[in-house]
């Protein structure tokens, strides 16, 4: 049994040499096999990849999602918020624009009360005031 074992672990690297039971059981004990190594050399630090599993992949893609999801959520709430904050703004000035508009219209109406002809024409005498002469009135053409 120990010869099979040997035949199978030796393999001849040319076909031209066909083994025999006498070079078999002559061979040394430990017949390096073609292709591999005899000793072991340290391996060259390589990048190491990172490999996910299909499952804990799709779990960082849904958690991922998430929080770009939310992220946009908020950027939308405080768009909304600052349009809203200049929406109360507008209407506190139109309200206060409406309050200046109200008053001007009675300040109006106190100047076209205020203002009568024979009001102005005592007003006028009281100060001395008086119509010019006939003389004293120039046309300009």
């Known amino acids: ?16 040499y066909q083994h025999t039971r006498s070079s078999v059981v002559n061979a040394p004990s430990e017949l390096p096999q073609i292709g591999t190594r005899t000793e072991k050399q340290p391996k060259k630090n390589k990048k190491l990849k990172l490999r996910l599993s299909t499952a804990t992949a799709a779990k960082l893609i849904g958690v991922s999602l ?7 959520a908020i950027v939308v709430i405080a768009g909304y918020s ?7 703004k507008i209407n506190e000035i ?11 219209a009675e300040l ?4 076209e009360c205020a203002v009568c002809v024979e009001s102005a024409i ?3 005498k009281e100060a001395g005031m008086i119509y010019p002469s006939a003389s004293q009135i120039r046309y300009i053409e």
Do not use: C, G, N, W
């Open 66 to 72: 998430a929080v770009f999801a939310a992220a946009v």
């Open 94 to 104: 139109k309200k206060l624009m409406a309050a200046s508009e109200s008053r001007i």
């Open 82 to 88: 600052r349009v809203d904050q200049q929406h109360a």
């Open 122 to 124: 005592e007003t006028a």
């Open 1 to 16: 049994m120990s010869l099979a074992v040997k035949e199978e672990r030796y393999i001849p690297a040319t076909r031209v």
């Open 108 to 111: 109006e109406v106190e100047l």
